[in-house]
């Protein structure tokens, strides 16, 4: 079974020390550099944490190009 991430989870892993922003987090998710996340319930959305790592290896392949 795949580990689900709340919001909060995710705009650390992104920002490291410093969390990013929930709206750039959304902002990101359209943009398509931030993977979308998963509705568990009317108001609950939870994204894949292999998908959050995935993104982030891509963005650190990007880096060193």
């Given at each position: 079974m795949q580990?689900?991430?709340?919001?909060?989870t995710v705009?650390?892993?992104?920002g490291g020390s410093k969390p990013i922003d929930?709206?750039?987090l959304y902002r990101g998710?359209?943009?398509?550099?931030?993977?979308?996340?998963?509705?568990?319930?009317?108001?609950s959305s939870r994204w894949l944490r292999a998908e959050v790592e995935a993104s982030l290896?891509?963005?650190?392949?990007?880096?060193n190009g």
């Open positions: 580990e689900l991430l709340d919001r909060a705009c650390q892993l992104f929930p709206a750039t998710i359209k943009a398509k550099r931030y993977p979308p996340p998963i509705k568990v319930g009317p108001n290896e891509a963005m650190k392949g990007a880096r």
